[in-house]
């Protein structure tokens, strides 16, 4: 069993070295590139391409994957906005995902966004190095009493329900496909109107494209913070510039952005950003990115592996196939 990995990065390797040692067959390429139409070519003598949430698996891409004989594609990610499954289907390719690798990775990551944006901990640390103990620009607030909003409420969404009601925050939920929890559930629009804190844990659709734009800003609190560790086209990037500058959006926590499949990781630190839009975004003071990091941790990566390996070993011997994107 041939297996192209697609965008690898040296931080996963060991992860699927280690575990691939249990499926005797298995034969595992890294390549740097991302999959698209022009790089598909690459997994020529391949049965299966393995890829993470910035390839691009749309129609021409799967038409040359058909072309050369792959017959699976196996994400090392939730998401599957990037796959074109209609054209798959006609393709006959199936595609296989990891659906849950570590929803708590995220939740945490979404926490420590909203505590470094109120806490302002990344400027204390520069400031204190430079022996500047003035604490003027540093004022906080509490999490303890306030609105949290969850727009999506799966598996991250609940992971971060429960850390956010042991500070002691007012949980409330917008999910349409959700039952009775340790939250409150409300419309959209109260979420919206009541939250002092705004967090996106739903999935990119047509639905929820572009969720947070300049109707949503218009019925949000003066002041909110928002965070998105979802999808970067859940939000409008230029409402939210104009959010910002006229201090509607009084925080903004990113580890996704919309187009982040031509900046994220890389090191791009020789190079002139091109994306004004991205730019404009960092330079708030009030602006804390992270370059899609909200899953990075140890548990998460061995997951990652250990499914993505079993689901490609399930799709080879004819297993039903669980975690099947259709
Ligand atoms: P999930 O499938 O368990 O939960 C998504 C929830 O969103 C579901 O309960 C669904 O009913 C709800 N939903 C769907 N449409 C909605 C709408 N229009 N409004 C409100 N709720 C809606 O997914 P999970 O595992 O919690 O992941 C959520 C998202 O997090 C993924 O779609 C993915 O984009 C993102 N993600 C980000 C990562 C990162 O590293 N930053 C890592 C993993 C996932």
Redesign the pocket.
């Known amino acids: 069993m041939k297996i192209a990995l697609f965008s690898s990065q040296n931080y996963e390797k060991p992860f699927f070295r280690q575990l691939s040692a249990h499926y005797a067959d298995f034969n595992l390429t890294f390549f740097d590139e991302k999959l698209s139409a022009q790089t598909a070519e690459m997994a020529t003598g391949f049965d299966v391409v393995c890829v993470f949430v910035n390839d691009s698996v749309d129609a021409p891409t799967l038409a040359v994957l058909a072309k050369i004989g792959v017959k699976c594609v196996a994400l090392r990610?939730?998401?599957f906005?990037n796959v074109d499954l209609a054209a798959a289907k006609q393709h006959g390719i199936t595609v296989v995902r990891v659906?849950?690798y570590s929803?708590e990775a995220?939740a945490e990551?979404c926490v420590a966004l909203i505590l470094t944006l109120s806490r302002k901990t990344h400027k204390a640390y520069n400031r204190v190095r430079e022996d500047n103990f003035d604490l003027n620009g540093l004022l906080g607030f509490n999490l303890h009493r306030k609105t949290v909003g969850i727009?999506?409420?799966?598996?991250?969404?609940q992971a971060l329900v429960n850390i956010l009601n042991g500070f002691g925050a007012n949980v409330l939920v917008?999910?349409?496909?959700?039952g009775e929890g340790n939250y409150t559930q409300v419309s959209?629009d109260i979420l919206l109107s009541q939250s002092d804190i705004i967090s996106l844990?739903?999935?990119?659709?047509e639905?929820?494209h572009h969720?947070i734009n300049d109707d949503a800003f218009a019925k949000m609190k003066p002041g909110v913070m928002l965070i998105n560790?979802?999808?970067g086209a859940l939000l409008d990037s230029s409402a939210c510039i104009r959010a910002l500058k006229s201090r509607k959006l009084g925080y903004l926590g990113l580890?996704?952005y919309e187009q982040e499949s031509e900046l994220f990781f890389k090191n791009r630190s020789e190079e002139i950003i091109q994306d004004d839009t991205f730019s404009r975004l960092v330079s708030f003071p009030n602006v804390l990115i992270t370059g899609?990091?909200?899953?990075?941790t140890q548990e998460a990566l061995h997951e990652i592996a250990r499914v993505t390996l079993a689901n490609i070993s399930a799709w080879e011997s004819k297993q039903p196939l669980l975690n099947q994107v259709k």
Request: hydrophobic content about 30%; charged content about 10%; proline content about 10%.
């Open positions: 990610c939730a998401g906005n659906p849950a929803p995220v990551h727009i999506g409420c799966g598996k991250i969404g917008y999910d349409p496909n959700i959209l844990h739903c999935p990119l659709t639905h929820t969720l560790t979802s999808r580890d996704v899609h990091q909200g899953f990075f």
